[in-house]
């Protein structure tokens, strides 16, 4: 399977721990996205990179979050101090950046904080 | 206002119906569209790209009417596995080439 994939699938931490997740793009793909969805709700974007440049951070990533992409190919995106509103599904998305932007999603880490 | 907004449905609709659903964006200057489709605890899968002059997949209808900012996909002859959430995507702020900006999604349930 070529496609984006992620690690883990699925996290349980308590609050006030750290936790890291992990994203592999498609080989080609030189433009990496970090989103957030909740229930009920659309994906929210987190964050995105072109090759090992973060080019763009919502509001929405508070300080106690931080991804990086250090040598443009895989990413991780690390949340400390873990809170409970940041029970979500995180997606990772890779595009190439040409013609449309069309952007592929891998599976998602879904994140319970207890 | 939202930037994207859809009826979040659900549609129930019958196998073989045609359903329609409507979504509406905030900036005009917008020139990426998408759908996608989404299943239950499942990531969002690119559905079709949406252009200026329509365009069509099969069952699957997507058109742009860019001077009332509304975005449309029509599935045909319905099926049981077309039971999904459909996610109305739009790049909202071009030239940016970055962050998609997602609608809530509209339920559809297709039933016997």
């Known amino acids: 399977d070529t496609g984006v994939s992620q690690d883990p699938r699925h996290k349980i931490t308590k609050r006030g721990q750290n936790v890291t997740f992990r994203c592999d793009p498609i080989?080609?793909?030189?433009?990496l996205y970090w989103y957030r969805q909740t229930l009920g709700q659309g994906p929210e974007f987190l964050t995105y990179f072109q090759n090992e440049a973060q080019l763009e951070k919502s509001r929405l990533l508070s300080d106690r979050f931080s991804a990086e992409r250090p040598k443009g190919s895989f990413s991780t995106l690390e949340i400390q101090r873990t809170e409970q509103g940041d029970s979500a599904m995180y997606l990772c998305?890779?595009?190439?950046?040409?013609?449309?932007?069309?952007?592929?999603f891998g599976p998602g880490t879904r994140l319970t904080v207890t | 206002r939202k930037e994207v907004e859809q009826d979040p449905g659900p549609f129930n609709v019958p196998e073989g119906a045609t359903v329609a659903f409507n979504c509406t964006y905030s900036n005009s200057a917008s020139q990426s569209f998408f759908w996608y489709r989404q299943d239950c605890r499942k990531e969002p899968k690119l559905l079709m790209s949406?252009?200026?002059s329509g365009n069509e997949d099969g069952r699957f209808t997507a058109q742009l009417n860019r001077a009332s900012q509304y975005i449309s996909l029509l599935i045909r002859d319905s099926k049981l596995s077309d039971s999904a959430t459909y996610l109305c995507v739009v790049n909202i702020n071009p030239g940016t080439a970055s962050k998609l900006t997602f609608g809530t999604g509209t339920r559809l349930q297709v039933t016997l």
């Open positions: 080989s080609e793909h030189n433009r």
């Open positions: 949406v252009y200026s």
């Open positions: 998305a890779s595009s190439t950046g040409r013609s449309s932007y069309e952007q592929y």
